[in-house]
């Protein structure tokens, strides 16, 4: 069993940027896509950014409308840790984010397209 874990969130004024990371206990997330989704109160649970496995150098990835030109998503070389850059964030930003886990490499912004997710982890942006 894969156990996802999200770190990096907590509070932040508006304009600011957060860094979150995903890491699997035990695992590489190498060949994996890893999915970046979020819930605020009240509402359904979005996907935001994903990542599939590398093709060579290239990485592929996707954003939803609502963080395009302000999240980036990453991975570092070894392979063990992906990372939602957060810049320009706002208070509609403010949210539970989850970290979720592709063992086929494809991925998604949808729910449907991951069988492994972490806990969540909270982020506030509030003056």
């Known amino acids: 069993q894969l156990q996802v874990v999200e770190s990096g969130g907590g509070l932040v004024q508006p304009g600011g940027s957060l860094r979150l990371s995903c890491a699997a206990s035990?695992?590489?997330?190498?060949?994996?896509?890893i999915g970046w989704f979020r819930q605020a109160p009240g509402k359904e649970r979005e996907g935001i950014s994903y990542i599939r496995h590398n093709v060579g150098s290239t990485y592929y990835s996707e954003y939803s409308d609502s963080v395009k030109g302000r999240f980036t998503i990453s991975r570092d070389n070894a392979k063990t840790t992906v990372y939602l850059q957060m810049n320009n964030l706002n208070d509609e930003d403010t949210a539970v984010y989850y970290c979720?886990?592709?063992?086929w490499g494809v991925g998604g912004l949808h729910e449907d397209d991951y069988a492994y997710w972490g806990q969540g982890i909270q982020v506030t942006v509030s003056s």
């Open positions: 979720a886990v592709d063992r």
């Open positions: 035990g695992s590489s997330l190498e060949g994996y896509a």
